[in-house]
């Protein structure tokens, strides 16, 4: 919604994204060439170019994000980021004149699953080399960020899209489970999403649920450990068949002193 990758993937087919003219491989030198649109533009105007998708690679290496390992198919990305070494050239290199973009592997890849991946989505840079969260090449980017409610604005320089007619994204943060579904019921907001981390069980482990954004913990004791497998397909079994009757009552809970603003997308 906000950052538009190099490639989407939908159904295991690839198609580019609409700022990439060209793209290919070359088996001779084990090279990726990406080749740009003109013309196109950040949410803030300014031009996206070959520059904007360099910097944003060569960001996510140098900083050793939790994502640069994606990139160790990158001559000298992996001397870098395993070995240690510090003074290494990254295969990557930008030709702003012609619009493009090389990049040279250390083996074959299958790089249009590889630059599916939204992280690799150009960013935006500042005149100081930092991010900019605020400005996107996506349908929206970041309006207004409060406590418990972040908007998204309508990208007016982003054309191949659809459903124009929204303009505004607003999303809304509780820590009371039942607020957003109680908002979906009464049809304040257009879609909910829970999920549950108990915090006097989580709060020391790193929790990275990566399936479902919906989280069930079950807890019991050392001796019933071995009956664990058993547990997990009764109850698997039980909430597959009673999902409905297990949500039904959340439609009649009510909230007191809450003010209930109208969330849905705006036109």
Known sequence: MMYEPLFNKNN??????????NHYFNIEDFSITFEFVDEIFFSNGEKLTSTDIYKTLYYQISHKTMFSSYLDFIEGVSEF?????LNVEFGIYDIPERNMLVIKCNREVDYCDIFSNIEFSPVYFDDNGKPDIYISNGQFNLFVVKDYLVTLKRNKYVSSITNKNIMF?????????YYPIKLFHDGYIDVTSCTYFPNELVKYENIACKDSNIYFLLGFKEEFIQFKSIFFDIINNYINNNLSDILSPVRGYFLDNEIIYDFRAKK
């Open 12 to 21: 295991a087919i690839y198609t580019t994204s609409y700022y990439v003219r």
């Open 169 to 177: 994204v607003r999303f809304i943060v509780n820590n009371n489970l």
């Open 81 to 85: 980021l395993y070995d240690g070494k």
